[in-house]
C-alpha cells in the first residue's frame, strides 16, 4: 500500500495546481497545547482553565486537519502526518498568551516501514497570541485575522513545500510562494514579532525567503536528490543511492557557499545528521569522508556526529 501511495503522490505533485475535487484534507496533524509552565508559576490558574487548554488543542487540529489547504486529492492513506505543539510560556490575560510553536514533519519512505523527518523546528519563545474559545480560527493568506492563525497557516504552507519538494523537482515551490504571502500580510500589521527578517536570523521570514530566492534554488532539489533518488532507492541500490544523497549534500554545500548560515541550511542538517550516520556507517570510507567534510563546512555543531568518519 506504501509503496502505491508514494507513486500516487508523485504523480500528484505534476499536478499539483488542478483544481479537482479533493477527497480528503491534506494533513494528519496531531496537535499538543503544552501548559505546564503556566501551571508551575504564580500566574493565575484554576482547574476549569484546562477546558480552553482542550478546546485549543482541539481548534487547531481542525484548523490544520478539516481546511483545505491545496488542490490535490488525496486519500486518507496518502494523508502528510505531522506534529504541532503550541508551549505556553506566560498568560496575560484570559484570552493572551506568550509562547513558541514547535514542528514536526515526517515522509514515508518506498517499499520500508521506515518515516523519515523532514522538518523539525521550535521557534524562539517570544511569540504572542490571542485565543478565545469562542472565536473560530479564521484565514486568508490575503487579510489577517489573528497572529495565531497565520502563525499555523504559515508553517503548514512551509510544510507543504518541503514534503512536495522530497517528491518532485520544485514541487513544492507554490506552496512556499503561499508561505510568502501569508509571511508578507502578518508582517504589514507590524504587530507581532516574528514575522520580519530585520528582527533576527530565526525569523519566519527566512525559511519563506531561502526557498524562494533564486540564489538558493538547490534548496528544492536537495529535498528531491535526498529522498526521491536518494532514500526511496535504498531497498533497491543501496551504492547508487547513497551517491545520490551525498551529491544533495554537494548541493547543500553549494547553497552554503552562496550564502552561509541559511536557516533553511542549518535546519536540514540538524533534522538528518543521525540518519546521515546510520546510511553511511556501513559505507565505504571514501564516502564517509566526504559526508563528514562537507558537514563540516556546512554545520561544524553537527560534524562531532560523524567523528569516526573524519579518519577514514
Known sequence: ????????????????????VVRAQEFRCAVSVNYQKLMSTTQSFESTDKRVFDNMKQALEDFINQRRWTALE?????????????????????????GQISVQLRRPVYNSTYTTGLFNYIESADFIFSYNENQSLDFDPNTFYSNLSSAVAYYVYVMLGIYFDSFGPNGGEQFFEMARTVCQTADAQQQYKGWSGRESQKARYWFMENHTNSAYADLHMVYYEYHRMGLDMMTKDQPAARKNIIAALGRLQQVHKTRSGLLSVQQFMDVKISELVSIFTPAPADEQKQVYDIVKEVSPINAAKLKGFATK
Open 74 to 98: 488525496l486519500s486518507q492513506q496518502e494523508q502528510i502526518e505531522c506534529s504541532m505543539s503550541l508551549i505556553l510560556n506566560e498568560r496575560t490575560s484570559l484570552t493572551d498568551f506568550k
Open 1 to 20: 500500500m506504501q509503496s502505491n501511495m508514494l507513486r500516487r503522490v508523485a504523480l500528484i505533485v505534476l499536478a499539483v495546481l488542478n483544481l479537482g
